[in-house]
């Protein structure tokens, strides 16, 4: 029996079960739990089915949301779930990374007012689970089309783009620099957010499509993209190849030992499992007293794993205030919980040495919020005279990350901004003929829904330009 | 997975394999090298590539055993295979006529300059190779860089063998050599000889690379923790380099972040022998 939107209405949001803070800050297990089917049910009723859904606009794979939380409420579960892969082939990574608050629940009718929207991210999260272990899929392959497609990295925008070309027939391959695929996923966002059996799982029904994935190449090393057209046969080629690049704050003691990048630290500790060492053999360094700067959501990774590597104090030191933190709300509210000591309004001017060259303290300056800058948060300008020190044995650098030349230096027709990332147009297509380019690359560090977004935008487009192709 | 498709111990310590890498193979240039992991819980380490076969899609790559995973891969044999191979990395020498080369290598370090005496070599260059260690069980390579210098030199420290001395003092009667000037010099090996070296050779103002070797772990520049600093600016070895200007280049700075992980090594080597020892008996 179908609901009311009246009744709809009376069921409060249903909250996502976590684990305790002081028991998951000393293991790297996820900390959401997940919905079960009553939980869930529950919360899909919410959705009183807008007949012009706002939250399909809003997402940038636009899933239809009312649908798939309809099949939810009715029980259908596989239906829920085939609406949903549809559109997402990464639903289990969406569903526990996306923003949902500044995308499909910013606009959800529910929250307007004092209101809460409906939990779309906690439903997506549980329907992609429910898939994983039940959805029994046959993929039947499509009619080839005879061309041959390269993808410039294995993130959130390749593994997209893949996915979609494939479905039409396009012979893929991904081509991926590291030895496991999934980019950021798989080195940067660690497993107590989003475990790697997930990408792994993911990855492998792409792989089951008829994704090729390989792995240690290095485009503009292993081949450069004038090779993968002309001598390889590839006859279009979309980069996403992400803002690998790690901005350094270039002040004294930064080469010291015990001080990291956020993508050396995570890297260590996700891609190569160095939380696990010596059982894995890549090393990591244990602080007593971590001090992680950034306010984003790199930030709070890198944080609450110095927290789960053992640091007595692990503390965020960021220069503007909460409220300007680019990191979710999710990721900030877990982190202090977690016991996390954020010392805001401040920024470090120095590192200072131990007599063994060792980082042993981070000096830093306060700051006050001025005029809004470029971005419209409010600029922090430093206090005269406030500095003071934050004894500290680890310090990991969180302050963003920049476009990597590896490739585009060795490309020198695809044009870039100023900042190195590539310029396409609304297609996603480069200066050069039969390159597209979306993700992080062409964006600056943006979301995983994002990139995907583009991915999807840009495989419509590599069709049509194929399809042109064939039709001269 | 890579298969080995040769390997042979070319000293105590040093071994010698031809791993099955076709795309590493087919462009790869001297100076660049490889990162390896060899199974899942690995570490990723870099080896200069040695040599390359384009046609037959082989790599050559000559390893020294000094820690977990160099002499876990010491113990592979023809028939074995490594998970992963990646590359070529880092950016090839530059290969220029320059007269008399002089490359220098001490242990490891060896590895790398062999394949830069081949390329100096080819390029029509007069190559006097150095290779020296402590004693004489620790000079490597020496018959491999017979077959492309014109000249080898082996030291050792305590005179068991070749020259006594370091390599550093074999330079010196080399840069004394009037009839034979040298026009430049490449350097691979451990910190304190580059730093010897590149400290000869600075006041008399002879072009000096040297192949720098921090710890890396991606090699593509994402990380940024195989950083150096040279003259006043911070590079990163893996795609700005491995080469730079030793006249440049801050030794005491890269020699100290080295030892960043000494006591996890030990704890890995030292679980390593003990496994060993259980799977003996
Ligand atoms: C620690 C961290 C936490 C984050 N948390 C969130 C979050 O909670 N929610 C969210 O939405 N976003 C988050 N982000 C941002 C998000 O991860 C990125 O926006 C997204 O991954 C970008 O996707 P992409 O496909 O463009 O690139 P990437 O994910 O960066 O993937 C690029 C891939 O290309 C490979 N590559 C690079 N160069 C080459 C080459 N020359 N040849 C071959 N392969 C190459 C790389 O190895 C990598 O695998 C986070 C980012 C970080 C670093
Ligand atoms: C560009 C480059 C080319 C190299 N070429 C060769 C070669 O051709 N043959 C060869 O035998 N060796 C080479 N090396 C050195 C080799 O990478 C190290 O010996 C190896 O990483 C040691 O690993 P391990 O686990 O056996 O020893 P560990 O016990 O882990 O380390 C011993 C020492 O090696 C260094 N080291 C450790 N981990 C790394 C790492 N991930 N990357 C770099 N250095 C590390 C540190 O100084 C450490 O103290 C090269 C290094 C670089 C940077
Ligand atoms: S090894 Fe990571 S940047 Fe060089």
């Known amino acids: 029996m179908a609901l009311t939107p009246k009744e709809r209405m009376k069921i409060q949001r249903q909250d996502m079960p976590e684990r305790e803070p002081g028991v998951r800050n000393q293991d790297f297990k996820e900390v959401n739990v997940g919905f079960d089917l009553k939980l869930a049910q529950l919360e899909a009723e919410r959705c009183i089915q807008c007949k012009e859904a706002k939250c399909i606009d809003d997402c940038p794979v636009e899933i239809d949301i009312p649908l798939f939380l309809e099949h939810i409420a009715n029980g259908d579960l596989k239906s829920a779930a085939e609406v949903l892969l549809k559109d997402n082939a990464l639903p289990g990574i969406t569903g526990r990374v996306c923003p949902q608050e500044e995308q499909c629940e910013k606009v959800c009718v529910r929250g307007k007012g004092k209101g809460c929207p409906v939990a779309i991210g906690h439903l997506e999260r549980f329907i992609a689970d429910w898939a994983r272990e039940n959805l029994d899929e046959k993929f039947t392959p499509p009619e080839p089309t005879g061309y041959k497609v390269a993808i410039v990295g294995s993130g959130p925008a390749g593994l997209t783009t893949a996915g979609e070309l494939t479905k039409k027939g396009h012979d893929v391959t991904v081509f991926e620099a590291l030895h496991t695929p999934g980019g950021v996923l798989t080195y940067g966002i660690p497993e107590f957010r989003l475990p790697n059996e997930i990408i792994d799982a993911e990855v492998d029904r792409l792989r089951r499509m008829g994704v090729k994935i390989i792995c240690n190449v290095v485009i503009g090393r292993t081949f450069t993209i004038d090779e993968l057209m002309n001598e390889e046969g590839f006859h279009a080629v979309f980069v996403a190849n992400g803002a690998g690049l790690p901005v350094f704050m270039n002040i004294p003691g930064e080469n010291l030992k015990g001080v990291y990048s956020a993508n050396e630290y995570l890297t260590r500790s996700n891609l190569m499992r160095a939380y696990r060492f010596p059982d894995y053999d890549t090393p990591i360094i244990h602080g007593e007293k971590a001090v992680v700067i950034g306010g984003g959501n790199t930030a709070m990774d890198s944080v609450r794993t110095a927290k789960r590597l053992g640091a007595k104090q692990a503390t965020l030191v960021y220069r503007r205030s909460r409220a300007e933190m680019p990191a979710r709300n999710e990721e900030i509210h877990h982190a202090e919980e977690e016991g996390i000591i954020f010392k805001l309004l401040c920024s470090p001017v120095r590192f200072l040495s131990s007599e063994d060259g060792w980082v042993c303290g981070c000096e830093c300056i306060e700051m006050e919020l001025g005029e809004p800058d470029a971005s419209g948060r409010r600029r922090p300008v430093p206090i005269k005279g406030s500095e003071f020190i934050i004894e500290c044995d680890l310090v990991v650098e969180a302050i963003g990350t920049g476009a990597n030349p590896l490739l585009t230096s060795t490309t020198p027709d695809i044009e870039l901004n100023r900042w190195g990332n590539i310029i396409v147009d609304e297609k996603g297509m480069t200066s050069k003929a039969g390159v597209f380019a979306g993700g992080d690359i062409t964006r600056g560090g943006a979301t995983v829904i994002l990139a995907m977004g583009d991915g999807k935008k840009a495989a419509a487009a590599i069709d049509r330009y194929l399809c042109e192709k064939a039709a001269k | ?281």
């Open chain 2, 1 to 281: 997975m890579f298969r080995i498709l040769d390997a042979k111990q070319l000293a105590s310590d040093v071994k010698w394999f031809r791993i099955e890498a076709p795309l590493v193979a087919k462009h790869r240039k001297p100076g660049q090298f490889v990162i390896i992991c060899l199974d899942e819980t690995g570490e990723r380490i870099p080896l200069t590539v040695a040599d390359s076969d384009p046609e037959k899609g082989t790599i050559e790559l000559i390893v020294k055993a000094i820690g977990k995973t160099t002499m876990v891969l010491c113990r592979k044999e023809k028939g074995d295979s490594i998970a992963h191979v990646m590359g070529p990395l880092g950016r090839p020498t530059d290969i220029e006529k320059v007269g008399h080369a002089v490359v220098v290598g001490g242990g490891v370090g060896t590895a790398v300059i062999y394949p830069l005496a081949q390329a100096l070599r080819e390029a029509g260059n007069y190559v006097s190779a150095i290779t020296g260690g402590r004693t004489k069980d620790l000079v490597v390579l020496e018959e491999e860089l017979e077959k492309v210098s014109d000249v080898v030199y082996a030291t050792t420290d305590d005179g068991s063998y070749g020259f006594k001395g370091t390599v550093a003092d074999k330079l010196v009667e080399l840069l004394e050599d009037k009839e034979r000037p040298i026009g430049a010099i490449y350097c691979a090996g451990p910190v304190p000889m580059m730093r010897a070296i590149a400290e000869l050779t600075k006041p008399r103002g002879i072009k000096t690379i040297v192949s720098l070797n921090p710890i890396m772990v991606d090699g593509t520049g994402m990380c940024g923790g195989c950083r150096v600093t040279i003259g006043e600016e911070t590079k990163f070895a893996c795609v700005d380099g491995p080469e730079f200007d030793g006249h440049e280049v801050n030794f005491d700075e890269l020699w100290d972040r080295l030892s960043a992980y000494h006591k996890q090594e030990r704890v890995s080597l030292e679980r390593m022998e003990h496994e060993c020892e259980l799977d003996a008996q």
